[in-house]
C-alpha cells in the first residue's frame, strides 16, 4: 500500500483463543475475576526493513500467543506499522492515527526521540500509555523502555576491537546519529577509547540505514582517510548483503558490529566480521507486549527500565548463537549454523 509515494506495512494480528479456563482461574493478582476484555495495540517500527524492528514484531506476536492461552477472556488486536525509511515525521502520523483509531497503548523504536517527544506526550494526556523499544526517548512521559543499554554496549564494542586493533585510526558507521540509542553507543565508544590511546577515530560516517547506503558511505570515508583500519558499525547494514564479501577495497579491515542476524553469519565465518554483539531482539518486542498487557489488563505496576543483557558473538559460538535464535523464532537459519 501507498501512502504519499511511502510503503506502510500494517500488519493486524488477532490473537484470541477460547479454552474453558484459563490459568489463573481468571483472576488478576489482588484475587478479582477478569472480565471479557478486548486489547488494541500499534507496535510502530523504525522502519519497513529494519530486521530489529521485524524480529520485535514477531516476538510480541509470539507473546500474544503466550498471553491469550492463558487469560481466555482476553483478545489482543496488534497492529504493526513501519515508514519505508526511517522518518520521525512518518513515526508522528502513525502515533496521531494510532490515537483517532483509539487504540489502547503503543510500542514505539524511536528513530528521532526529540521529533517525537510531542507526540508521545501527546498519547500519554489522552491516556494511552507508551512503551518505547530498542531506540528509547527517556525525556518523554513514555512509561516503559524495553532493550539494551546502549551506553555499555557502545563501551564493549570497543572492547572487542582492541585485541585486534589497538593502534591507528578506526571509523564508526553510526547510520541515523538522531537516534537516542546511536548517541548514547557513541558515547560509550568514545568513553572506552581513553583506554587506547592508540586509537584515534578518523570518522563518524551518518547514512541512510540500508546496505547500499552504508557501502557508499564507508567507500567515500576509506578515500578520504585510507589510513582506516578498523570500523565499529552500529547496525548490521553491512552485513545484510554479499556486496562486502566480494568486495576486495574492504579487505585487511577489521569490523566490530552491532547485532548478529543469519545475513552476517558467513561474514562471521570467514572472519571477516571478526565479532558482533548480538541482542535479544525477539525479546524486546514479546516484554514490551507483556508490559503493556500487565498494564491495561492486569493492571500491574510496571518497571520503567527493562534492560537486557546483549551477547558478543565470533565464529567460537557462532553455533550456540544461532541456536539459541532459533529458540527465539528466528527462521531461515542455514542447517551448517546450528550444528556448530
Not at 515525521?89 to 502515533?95: A, D, K, L, Y
Not at 489522552?126 to 516503559?144: H, L, N
Not at 558482533?276 to 507486549?289: C, D, E, K, R
Not at 498487557?293 to 505496576?301: E, I
Request: charge should be negative; glycine fraction near 6%; hydrophobic fraction near 40%.
Amino acid at each position: 500500500m501507498k501512502k504519499n509515494h511511502i510503503k506502510i506495512l500494517v500488519i493486524t494480528l488477532i490473537a484470541s483463543l477460547f479454552l474453558t479456563q484459563c490459568g489463573i482461574n481468571g483472576k488478576d493478582s489482588s484475587g478479582e475475576k477478569l472480565s471479557q476484555q478486548s486489547i488494541h495495540i500499534c507496535m510502530i517500527g523504525t522502519a519497513l526493513h529494519d530486521p530489529v524492528s521485524q524480529k520485535a514484531f514477531l516476538g510480541a506476536e509470539n507473546e500474544i500467543e503466550k498471553i491469550t492461552r492463558k487469560y481466555s477472556k482476553l483478545k489482543i488486536i496488534l497492529d504493526y506499522k513501519a515508514p519505508e525509511k526511517e522518518s520521525p515525521e512518518r513515526q508522528q502520523v502513525f502515533i496521531q492515527e494510532a490515537l483517532s483509531n483509539h487504540i489502547d497503548a503503543i510500542i514505539l523504536s524511536c528513530s528521532d526521540s526529540a521529533a517525537l517527544n510531542k507526540s508521545i506526550h501527546q498519547a500519554i494526556e489522552a491516556g494511552v500509555p507508551v512503551i518505547t523499544y530498542d531506540s528509547d526517548a527517556p525525556s518523554s512521559k513514555r512509561i516503559a523502555y524495553v532493550g539494551p543499554d546502549h551506553y555499555s554496549l557502545g563501551e564493549k564494542l570497543v572492547g572487542l576491537m582492541a585485541p585486534w586493533v589497538d593502534s591507528g585510526q578506526i571509523a564508526i558507521l553510526s547510520g541515523n546519529k538522531k537516534a537516542y540509542k546511536h548517541t548514547l553507543q557513541l558515547a560509550g565508544i568514545q568513553n572506552a577509547l581513553n583506554m587506547y590511546p592508540g586509537l584515534e577515530i578518523a570518522d563518524i560516517i551518518e547514512h541512510n540505514e540500508t546496505p547500499e547506503s552504508a557501502v557508499r558511505a564507508l567507500h567515500k570515508a576509506l578515500e578520504s582517510h585510507p589510513d582506516i583500519s578498523g570500523v565499529i558499525t552500529l547496525g548490521s547494514w553491512l552485513f545484510d548483503r554479499h556486496t562486502l564479501m566480494e568486495n576486495q577495497t574492504m579487505s585487511g579491515l577489521t569490523f566490530v558490529s552491532i547485532d548478529a542476524f543469519p545475513a552476517s553469519f558467513p561474514y562471521i565465518e570467514n572472519n571477516i566480521l571478526t565479532a558482533a554483539v548480538g541482542q535479544a531482539t525477539f525479546q524486546m518486542g514479546s516484554q514490551a507486549l507483556k508490559l503493556a498487557v500487565d498494564k491495561l489488563y492486569l493492571n500491574k505496576d510496571i518497571d520503567e527500565l527493562n534492560i537486557m543483557k546483549v551477547i558478543p558473538v565470533s565464529i567460537h559460538n557462532l553455533g550456540g548463537w544461532a541456536r539459541q535464535l532459533r529458540a527465539w523464532g528466528q527462521i531461515g537459519i542455514d542447517e551448517k549454523y546450528l550444528t556448530m
